[in-house]
């Protein structure tokens, strides 16, 4: 059921990838709540992956862009404006990669290369989006910005990896530049923390489906599903939630105010 949340709200969505990414979940949810969207992704994921299905499906434009490159976020920034005619409303941040765990380099020998690559891609990424939005004014007054993080970034999840230093990076400029945007422009920027959830990027995690089953028997709610975190994410964006900023959210049934007990 739709609630027309978003209703003349516009906004840009990157990371979608395939019918399994959230942020395709997302899109989907922000277009039947009234939104129009923007899609972007590297252009091999383009290529390679979904993108126009999603596309032509929510009746969105997809702009090509690297979310490491400056220049490149640049350029999707002014397309986006152009596209919208001027300021949005809402961005979605849901870039993450790893190339350590694509390698399968434990946490006790990582390849710094990569590791610098993982901060890159998946936390410093998030502040050049930001900077670049910041800088060119782009989001409207009480706009919203949302990153998808887990768990990991706040306790020690064996199998995470050098994902879990990056998400704990993105959760601290989460912080920063949220209290710059809020100061500017009343935009909130907040972080949501989702359950495992079987998605491309997560079918390189070591051990994902012991996780998935672990915490789904401690989450007194069950795992929350992609289509839950698409509804949450939904929320934030909306007017609903115009003071709720420099936070980082939970959307896991639960799981993270339970100490795992053998009774439960």
Known sequence: MAYNLLKGKKGLITGALNEQSIAWKIAETVCAEGAQIVLTN??????????????????????????????????????????????????????????????????????????????DISALSFHKLLQTLYKKDALREWGSVVALSYIAADRAM????????????????TRNFGLLYARKRHVRINTVSQSPTRTTAGSGIAGMEEMIGYTERFSPLGNASAEDCARYVTTLFSDLTRKVTMQNLYSDGGFSAVLPHPDL
Not at 100 to 106: D, E, F, H, V
């Open 158 to 173: 064996p199998g995470y990896n050098d994902m879990a230093d990056a998400k704990a990076v993105l959760q601290s400029i």
């Open 42 to 119: 590297t252009p091999v994921s383009i290529r390679f992956g979904e993108v126009g299905q999603l596309a032509e499906k929510t009746g969105s434009i997809v702009i090509p862009a690297d979310a490491t490159s400056v220049e490149d976020l640049e350029n999707l920034v002014d397309k986006t404006m152009e596209h919208f005619g001027g300021p949005f409303d809402f961005v979605l941040h849901a870039v993450g990669m790893s190339p350590n765990l694509r390698k399968g380099r434990p946490y006790d020998d990582l390849n710094y290369d990569f590791y610098q690559k993982t901060l």
